[in-house]
């Protein structure tokens, strides 16, 4: 896709973060949006910030973690913009657990929004981007969609699925030839409220004395290398260049490259560096 002008573009968890800054820099380049979240109040202002901007901007409450509710966005978004030419799965949460005691309850919340919700949001809108003629799925994982780091062991499974859910769907569309594509994005630290936001489990409580929101905000310093302005743009570069990965942030291609290096030897690496505390 070598330009947005007159497309129209649907983007999950767009109230904050990323996702409004992706609606905002679409929205400045003539593209038309469809926006999802479940927080309604962030979603107005996102949409009337984009609005502001000359484009036509739908909106719905919508849990991507339910499949019936993504299918039935697709199809109203199609209804009421004529067509669709690009989803940006991009809702997603955070969660610190230790793998032996995380309750099967959080596992399966964050696996329905980060996983989940991006399949179902690929399998909603496809038939939709197929029908435009031209189209794009971008689907975001993590720079821990590449390597895994203690207590994020349920974050890690469901962006590495991400991953994996997304270089396939990309070989299978590409066997196609339906002129839909797809990438995934791998974020390093991106300044967004997703670590303030993140889940912590009683386990985390424990392990650091009491003192879950001091790591917190350790975590949160770690996530703040890149602005979310910047990330939109890294991914919107990579969409107009049809790549397969785009690894946002000096933090994220730094480390794909250190784990290329050092193939599974970098997890002892990285044991070693919780244990000093320097991970959170």
């Known amino acids: 896709m070598k330009d947005f002008k007159n ?8 109230a904050s973060g990323m996702g409004r800054t992706l609606a905002l820099e679409l929205a400045r380049r ?7 979240d479940v927080n309604e109040k962030g979603l107005a202002e996102t949409a009337a ?3 502001k901007l000359g484009v036509k901007v739908t909106t719905a409450k919508v849990n991507v973690a339910d499949r019936e509710a993504m299918v039935a966005w697709a199809d109203q978004t199609a209804r009421e913009h004529g067509k669709v030419n690009l989803i ?3 809702a997603g949460v955070a969660l610190g657990a230790f793998v032996e005691t995380v309750k099967p309850s959080d596992f399966e919340w964050i696996m329905g929004i980060n996983f989940w919700g991006v399949v179902w949001g690929t399998q909603a809108f496809l038939p939709h981007l197929k029908k435009a003629g031209e189209g794009h799925i971008v689907n975001t994982s993590s720079l821990f969609g590449l390597l895994s780091v203690p207590t994020q062991g349920t974050y890690n499974a469901s962006k590495f699925a991400v991953r994996g859910f997304t270089e396939a769907l990309r070989q299978e569309l590409d066997m196609a030839n339906s002129g839909v594509s797809a990438t995934c994005v791998h974020p390093g630290g991106i300044r967004t409220n997703i670590a303030k936001d993140a889940k912590m489990d009683e386990s985390m409580h424990k392990a650091t004395g009491g003192k879950t929101e001091e790591a917190r905000a350790k975590f949160d310093k770690l996530l703040n290398a890149t602005t979310a302005e910047s990330a939109a743009l890294q991914i919107l570069r990579a969409v107009e260049c049809n790549k397969r990965r785009v690894l946002v942030g000096l933090d994220a291609k730094f480390l794909d490259k250190l784990v290329r290096v050092l193939g599974s030897w970098y997890q002892p690496l990285i044991t070693l560096f919780a244990k000093k505390g320097m991970l959170g």
Do not use: Q
């Open 7 to 14: 497309k129209v573009a649907a983007i999950t968890g767009a």
């Open 30 to 36: 003539g593209c038309h949006l469809s926006l999802s």
């Open 49 to 51: 910030m984009a609005s």
């Open 88 to 90: 940006f799965n991009n």
